[in-house]
């Protein structure tokens, strides 16, 4: 195939028949989908190798939360039966081995080029291709690819938000991004008085790790955040044998639970039928399981997730041995759920060592970042490290970093104004055979997000077939299609405690000027796949086709 520069203008004829953007979970996936269906593939990925979230976010104490006999590939049995994870939630690095070993089982490494970041994306509806542009760089120029179907599996996690504190860039010492962690060299804060700012899920897992070697440590915390028990320790061999029995029915099963990962053996009971003895033991069991939100059957009625949400508040205060620290480091302002949940044994814990404190911004803001250090309301604490953990321009974020246009040239910025508009959280109104997988509106982060990888690469690739053997060129959703998933999608998180009321990445509240829409579909993982089951079985009644530019295709699908 030749290669063309991005000088030269783009071609009517694809240099390939999918372009796979991200070579995280999904776009590994992706990549090998493509490939067995016969269709040829480029892949991008702008970090030097695969990994997606598990490259970037190679901080100390960084794992997953989700058990990794689940967090894993299902569609080759072989890799479930031979790969070992060493611990039930594994570390970052741990994952990143198993991607790069998924990748080159599967052969798509060569299909990648990698340091090579996507700058934009353009449709034309005359030939109805799609032009993708890389950017160039200091030592090799841009790169023009037209390519048939463009699957952008790019990440809900991995733009990292800019630092939106004066003087932030002034600091002399050294200063890291959790979401950036560098990969060449061990940080080494032996001695060292260092800064977190950002206590989310990434804070909560590097702070204890930085209290091992540094003389101070310094958490500014802004906004509390729960945080229960995580599973840890070598994995049940019993439960791994019988997993390894038959992967494919694993596989099925996790797509019929809620969230992609179904634990056993908690909320046997309804909260309305339990006496307020029963609900305590039930809220002790599933603490001691390592789910207390799955106390109860009912855990997201309202009553139900306040008894959850007052016992984990007592169970944190009970680690946590300085009252007024104790007291600081409760989220007394949102109820279980409303944010993303921390998972950690070592957390709380680390405030009771004599070198780590904790700043709550609600009492003492921080005015300015300087040279020597962070300047809160009533004192300057001087640094050697400062680490921001302050997450990411979830979601839409790196679908912004990338120019997209579709039909008549509208850019998805201008879709995407008041929030993300899509149907089945994969494509987008006027963005034809643009495949959004880990977007806005689908189950994302309130799933298993490698199950959630799995069933949407499979769902996108069997429409790519469905429209080769229908001779269909195109596939968009009606906007009618999308205001109903919006609607359904606001339904459900209407029905989710502090869902629409917390102040979290999940509806934007992070980044300043961010429409605040809630991105996350709550309606359960089972209810999304039968969704795009559907959709498939019934020759994509929710969606427009288009037709040949010759005109001589026929939409022979029965009128609604
Ligand atoms: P990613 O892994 O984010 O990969 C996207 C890739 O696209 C990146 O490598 C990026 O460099 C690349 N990319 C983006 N834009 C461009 C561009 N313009 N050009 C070229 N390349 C581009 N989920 C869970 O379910 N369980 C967990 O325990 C869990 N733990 C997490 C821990 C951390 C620290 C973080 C940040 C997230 C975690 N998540 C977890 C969510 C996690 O993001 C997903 O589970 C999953 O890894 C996403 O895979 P992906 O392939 O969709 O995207
Ligand atoms: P995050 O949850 O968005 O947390 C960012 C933190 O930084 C928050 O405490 C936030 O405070 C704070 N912050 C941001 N800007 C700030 C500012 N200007 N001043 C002071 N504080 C500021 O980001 P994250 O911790 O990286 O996690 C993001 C998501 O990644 C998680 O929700 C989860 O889905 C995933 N993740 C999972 C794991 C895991 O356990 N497997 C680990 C890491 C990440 P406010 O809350 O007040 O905004």
Not at 134 to 143: C, H, I, L, N, V
Not at 325 to 334: F, G, K, N, Y
Request: proline share 6%; with cysteine; charged share 25%.
């Amino acid at each position: 195939m030749t290669e063309r520069t991005s000088r030269q203008p783009a071609s009517k004829q694809p240099n390939c028949d999918v372009v796979v953007v991200g070579a995280g979970f999904a776009g590994i996936y992706a990549l090998w989908q493509a490939r067995q269906r016969g269709l040829s593939v480029r892949g991008f990925e702008s970090a030097p190798d695969v990994g997606g979230t598990w490259y970037w976010n190679a901080y100390p104490g960084a794992r997953c939360d989700v058990p990794s006999y689940n967090y894993a590939y299902f569609f080759d049995s072989e890799i479930v039966r031979r790969w070992n994870w060493s611990d039930v939630c594994a570390y970052q690095g741990e994952i990143q081995r198993y991607l790069r070993h998924v990748a080159e089982r599967c052969d798509v490494v060569k299909d990648i080029a990698f340091d090579t970041k996507v700058s934009s994306a353009s449709y034309s509806e005359e030939t109805a291709l799609w032009t993708i542009s890389t950017q160039s760089t200091e030592t090799r120029p841009g790169e023009i690819v037209v390519c048939r179907y463009l699957v952008l599996a790019i990440g809900a996690l991995s733009e990292p938000k800019v630092p939106d504190i004066d003087g932030a860039s002034s600091f002399a010492g050294e200063t890291y991004f959790t979401s950036k962690w560098p990969k060449d060299r061990a940080v080494d804060f032996t001695g060292k008085r260092v800064g977190v700012i950002g206590t989310g899920s990434s804070g909560v897992q590097v702070v204890p790790e930085i209290a091992k070697a540094a003389r101070n440590v310094f958490v500014f915390q802004r906004t509390a955040n729960y945080v229960i028990p995580t599973e840890g320790g070598p994995i049940d061999g019993a439960h791994m044998s019988a997993l390894r029995q038959d992967p494919q029915a694993v596989r099925q099963a996790l797509r019929e639970t809620y969230g992609g990962n179904q634990p056993l053996g908690i909320g046997q009971h309804r909260f309305g039928e339990l006496d307020a003895q029963g609900r305590e033991d039930a809220l002790r069991k599933a603490w001691d399981g390592k789910y207390p939100a799955l106390a109860f059957r009912d855990a997201h009625l309202p009553e139900a997730n306040a008894a959850i949400s007052d016992y984990i508040r007592k169970k944190m205060q009970e680690i946590v041995a300085d009252p007024r620290t104790a007291h600081h480091l409760t989220p007394w302002d949102h109820p279980y759920g409303g944010k993303r949940p921390c998972r950690s044994d070592v957390y709380l814990q680390t405030f009771n060592k004599p070198h780590v404190r904790l700043i709550p911004l609600t009492e003492t803001p921080i005015l300015e970042i300087t040279p020597q250090g962070v300047v809160t309301s009533t004192e300057t604490i001087e640094l050697d490290v400062l680490v921001y953990a302050t997450g990411f321009d979830a979601i839409t974020g790196s679908v912004f970093a990338i120019d997209i246009t579709g039909i008549g040239g509208a850019s998805i910025r201008d879709a995407w104004r008041d929030g993300p508009r899509n149907y089945l959280g994969t494509m987008v109104h006027g963005f034809p055979n643009l495949f959004l997988p880990s977007s806005a509106m689908s189950p994302s982060v309130l799933s298993n997000m490698a199950t959630l990888a799995e069933q949407q690469i499979d769902f996108i690739l069997d429409s790519i077939v469905w429209l080769e053997e229908h001779g269909r060129p195109g596939l968009h959703p009606e906007p009618g299609s999308q205001e109903r998933w919006r609607e359904e999608t606001l339904r459900y998180a209407a029905r989710r405690p502090g869902a629409l009321t917390t102040k979290s990445w999940y509806s934007g509240a992070n980044i300043p000027g961010k429409p605040r829409v809630f991105m996350v579909y709550c309606g359960g993982f089972k209810k999304y796949h039968d969704n795009c089951l559907t959709e498939l079985r019934d020759g994509f009644p929710s969606y427009a086709l288009e037709r040949r530019t010759d005109h001589k295709q026929e939409d022979k699908r029965q009128p609604r």
